[in-house]
């Protein structure tokens, strides 16, 4: 049985895996796990597995067999964390925690079993450290990710696992889910990170220029929303296969039976073609973007009408042709907190996603589109190729990136080559396929790579028993100015304004409160630095609940904020004061400097916005009044 003070420990700091472990009270006795004394009196854990009967620590010495473990790990880095994968009876955690009493550590179990014996068997409070910041029971993926993501926040890169090697090799399978699950969430934090670095500041300053559009352009997710019930959609791609649809398209198109959405630069490949599709799908934040639509510009097409997202690049609206629709995107603040539509609490959004067929695939399902065929959606490289033609910008695949590609499924269940991006656009379109109720994907993807629920189907075949009779309406995208609610925007933009003001003062007062604590550690009056340091943390939450830094500044700077908020519990721990007092100056002195600027970079922009709500107020007004 569980020791009743690791039992009021459980319930208290860990009730859910207490939840978990109390079933096993009346089940243990029966368990094919057992605790038997080795010869030497100490305990050992026996195993039934199959017809074999194995042990978790040494029949002989166990102790000597912990000291044996630890050896390894002799010369640890500072500020290293430790993950005790396999718990046993927790004779090399001792000893280790002996050894290194100051190391922040997590106990690690994927056995319910066993984290039962070692709490019947250890008493959390008496273990040799203070420091265990969580002990999970890793018996689900989901908890394994939440994990993981956790601890990759808080430990920046510093850390070690330290195995019960009898655990991993009577256990293989949960070892080896633990290691691949450890590897997958490394590689997403850094593209994660990657791409936050890569688009924090371009996703605020083009939802801010694009915010005079936004108001003078139809919200399409507002204005058609289900309107399109039932009908098929195709979603054409700019993969390479999309040169052998060309005829089939031309087909559709001519005889509207089906609705064509081009996606990034397929719109360069169909206008080649002499296709032009019933609208064009862009949202991509980066400067280049603009040049997908150059071709349209030049040419001065004013037939195919723009779908954008409100984060796009700002560049890419700039003397388009053609009639603009928005959507709002997930990464767009300054929308979402100035409007409101009339009739509901909030507007409709798209969530940002690695590739633009993924973000439009959830607005056709919102319009009501169905089927959505796929075409062009390679998502790997053919051959040397990774675009379609008529692309003046795409460059053939080089030899360095065919020897770094990964090998995946491709439709014909053959093996085909792609790379970490395009499987990452596959794995979310995938994600987006499972949970959109009753969305029906088909992918006609000649070569392409396998997506999960989107079964493969050549076009013409489905052009035989799917697109028969036209569907598409003349003027089909048609819509008035979204109504957003123009008391809440007046309100709201008054409100940001006395944030706007707000904010400066509470930027002075933050560093006020560093230059005290500055001349506090100089002075080596600790208590007081002490003392300051809540101060410190009370002005950075009065930032956080600021509605400009919220809406502009902090989402300009997500990464560095991530990064400070997550360092805060070992600026905390850190034991020497003067070291302690520096760090956190430091630390906090940097990501306020990085606010300073950005908040003299929007400055100019925050007045657009400010004349655009006031110029759209009149206008609506002027309307109203004829």
Same mark, same amino acid.
């Given at each position: 049985?569980?020791?009743?003070?690791?039992?009021?420990?459980?319930?208290?700091?860990?009730?859910?895996?207490w939840?978990?472990?109390?079933? /096993? !009270?009346?089940?243990?006795?029966?368990?094919?796990?057992q605790?038997?004394?080795t010869?030497?009196?100490?305990?050992?854990?026996?195993? !039934?597995?199959?017809?074999?009967?194995?042990?978790?620590?040494?029949?002989?010495?166990?102790?000597?067999?912990?000291?044996?473990?630890?050896?390894?790990?002799e010369?640890? *880095?500072?500020?290293?964390?430790?993950?005790?994968?396999?718990?046993?009876?927790?004779?090399?955690?001792?000893?280790?925690?002996?050894?290194?009493?100051?190391?922040?550590?997590?106990?690690?179990?994927?056995?319910? #079993?066993?984290?039962?014996?070692?709490?019947?068997?250890?008493?959390?409070?008496?273990?040799?450290?203070?420091?265990?910041?969580?002990i999970? /029971?890793?018996?689900? *993926?989901?908890?394994?990710?939440?994990?993981?993501?956790?601890?990759?926040?808080?430990?920046n890169?510093?850390?070690?696992?330290?195995?019960?090697?009898?655990?991993?090799?009577?256990?293989?399978?949960?070892? &080896?889910?633990?290691?691949?699950?450890? +590897?997958?969430?490394?590689?997403? @934090?850094?593209?994660?990170?990657?791409?936050?670095l890569?688009?924090?500041?371009?996703?605020?300053?083009?939802?801010? =220029?694009?915010?005079?559009?936004? /108001?003078?352009?139809?919200?399409?997710?507002?204005?058609?929303?289900?309107?399109?019930?039932? %009908?098929?959609?195709?979603?054409?791609?700019?993969?390479?296969?999309?040169?052998?649809?060309?005829?089939?398209? %031309?087909?559709? %198109?001519? =005889?509207?039976?089906a609705?064509?959405?081009?996606?990034?630069?397929?719109?360069?490949?169909?206008i080649?073609? &002499?296709?032009?599709?019933?609208?064009?799908?862009?949202?991509?934040?980066?400067?280049?973007?603009?040049?997908?639509?150059?071709?349209?510009?030049?040419?001065?097409?004013?037939?195919?009408?723009?779908?954008?997202?409100s984060?796009?690049?700002?560049?890419?609206?700039?003397?388009?042709?053609g009639?603009?629709?928005?959507?709002?995107?997930?990464?767009d603040?300054?929308?979402?907190?100035?409007?409101?539509?009339?009739?509901?609490?909030?507007?409709?959004?798209?969530?940002?996603?690695?590739?633009i067929?993924?973000?439009?695939?959830?607005?056709?399902?919102?319009?009501?589109?169905?089927?959505?065929? /796929?075409?062009?959606?390679?998502?790997?490289?053919?051959?040397? +190729?990774?675009?379609?033609?008529?692309?003046?910008?795409?460059?053939?695949?080089?030899?360095?990136?065919i020897? +770094?590609g990964?090998?995946?499924?491709?439709?014909?269940?053959?093996?085909?080559? $792609?790379?970490?991006?395009?499987?990452?656009?596959?794995?979310?379109?995938?994600?987006?396929?499972?949970?959109?109720?009753?969305?029906?994907?088909?992918? $006609?993807?000649?070569?392409?790579?396998?997506?999960?629920?989107?079964?493969?189907?050549?076009?013409?075949?489905?052009?035989? #028993?799917?697109? =028969?009779?036209?569907?598409?309406?003349?003027?089909?995208?048609?819509?008035?100015?979204?109504?957003?609610?123009?008391?809440?925007? +007046?309100?709201?933009?008054? @409100?940001?304004?006395?944030?706007?003001?707000?904010?400066?003062?509470?930027?002075?007062?933050?560093?006020?409160?560093?230059?005290?604590?500055?001349?506090?550690?100089?002075?080596?009056?600790?208590?007081?630095? #002490? @003392?300051t340091?809540?101060?410190?943390?009370?002005?950075?939450?009065?930032?956080?609940?600021?509605?400009?830094?919220?809406?502009?500044?902090?989402?300009?700077?997500?990464?560095?904020? !991530?990064?400070?908020? &997550?360092?805060?519990?070992?600026?905390?721990?850190?034991?020497?004061?003067?070291?302690?007092?520096?760090?956190?100056?430091?630390?906090?002195?940097?990501?306020?400097?990085?606010?300073? !600027?950005?908040?003299?970079?929007?400055?100019?922009?925050?007045?657009?916005i400010?004349?655009?709500?006031?110029?759209?107020?009149?206008?609506?007004?002027?309307?109203?009044?004829?």
């Amino acid at each position: 049985m569980i020791l009743i003070d690791n039992i009021n420990i459980l319930k208290s700091a860990y009730p859910s895996i207490w939840n978990r472990l109390k079933p /096993l !009270e009346d089940t243990m006795n029966n368990s094919l796990l057992q605790v038997e004394e080795t010869r030497r009196g100490d305990k050992t854990i026996s195993i !039934e597995k199959g017809d074999k009967k194995l042990y978790l620590h040494s029949k002989y010495n166990p102790i000597r067999e912990a000291e044996a473990i630890i050896e390894e790990y002799e010369g640890m *880095e500072p500020d290293t964390t430790v993950i005790f994968y396999g718990t046993g009876l927790g004779y090399h955690i001792d000893l280790f925690l002996q050894k290194h009493p100051d190391v922040n550590y997590y106990i690690y179990e994927p056995i319910p #079993e066993l984290l039962y014996i070692y709490l019947s068997n250890n008493s959390l409070r008496r273990l040799p450290s203070l420091k265990l910041k969580d002990i999970i /029971l890793a018996d689900n *993926e989901l908890d394994i990710k939440k994990f993981f993501n956790q601890l990759v926040d808080k430990t920046n890169d510093k850390f070690i696992h330290i195995v019960l090697n009898s655990h991993r090799n009577i256990f293989t399978k949960e070892y &080896n889910e633990f290691l691949e699950l450890f +590897k997958e969430t490394i590689k997403d @934090k850094k593209i994660s990170i990657g791409t936050n670095l890569a688009f924090q500041e371009r996703w605020i300053l083009n939802s801010m =220029k694009n915010f005079k559009e936004v /108001l003078n352009t139809p919200n399409i997710l507002l204005e058609k929303k289900g309107a399109f019930k039932s %009908k098929p959609a195709i979603l054409v791609a700019a993969g390479p296969s999309l040169n052998e649809e060309i005829e089939n398209l %031309k087909q559709i %198109k001519e =005889k509207g039976l089906a609705y064509i959405f081009s996606v990034g630069s397929a719109i360069n490949t169909l206008i080649h073609n &002499n296709i032009y599709p019933d609208a064009a799908t862009t949202y991509d934040p980066g400067k280049f973007n603009h040049n997908v639509f150059k071709r349209v510009k030049e040419k001065g097409i004013k037939d195919i009408p723009m779908i954008f997202g409100s984060s796009v690049g700002y560049e890419t609206l700039i003397d388009y042709p053609g009639k603009k629709y928005h959507m709002i995107t997930s990464q767009d603040t300054v929308s979402n907190y100035y409007l409101k539509n009339k009739d509901e609490d909030s507007i409709c959004i798209v969530h940002d996603a690695p590739s633009i067929a993924v973000v439009t695939v959830q607005l056709l399902y919102e319009l009501g589109f169905n089927p959505i065929i /796929l075409v062009g959606q390679n998502l790997a490289y053919k051959g040397k +190729k990774r675009h379609s033609e008529g692309i003046s910008y795409s460059k053939d695949v080089t030899d360095k990136e065919i020897e +770094k590609g990964i090998w995946v499924k491709d439709v014909y269940g053959n093996e085909v080559l $792609t790379n970490e991006g395009y499987n990452n656009m596959r794995m979310q379109m995938e994600y987006y396929i499972k949970t959109l109720p009753n969305i029906e994907v088909i992918n $006609t993807t000649k070569g392409g790579a396998h997506i999960e629920g989107a079964d493969f189907k050549e076009l013409s075949a489905v052009m035989e #028993e799917l697109l =028969k009779e036209k569907v598409v309406e003349d003027d089909w995208i048609e819509g008035n100015k979204t109504q957003y609610d123009k008391e809440y925007l +007046k309100n709201q933009s008054e @409100k940001m304004d006395r944030a706007y003001r707000r904010a400066l003062k509470l930027m002075d007062e933050y560093y006020d409160i560093l230059n005290t604590i500055e001349r506090l550690i100089k002075n080596q009056n600790f208590n007081q630095a #002490e @003392k300051t340091y809540l101060k410190l943390d009370k002005a950075l939450r009065k930032i956080e609940r600021n509605d400009y830094f919220m809406t502009f500044i902090l989402p300009m700077n997500r990464v560095q904020y !991530e990064l400070l908020a &997550n360092s805060i519990d070992s600026l905390n721990e850190e034991r020497n004061p003067i070291e302690k007092g520096r760090r956190i100056v430091e630390s906090f002195k940097k990501f306020m400097d990085l606010c300073k !600027e950005d908040i003299g970079k929007i400055d100019e922009i925050y007045s657009e916005i400010k004349i655009s709500i006031e110029e759209f107020l009149k206008s609506e007004s002027d309307s109203e009044g004829l």
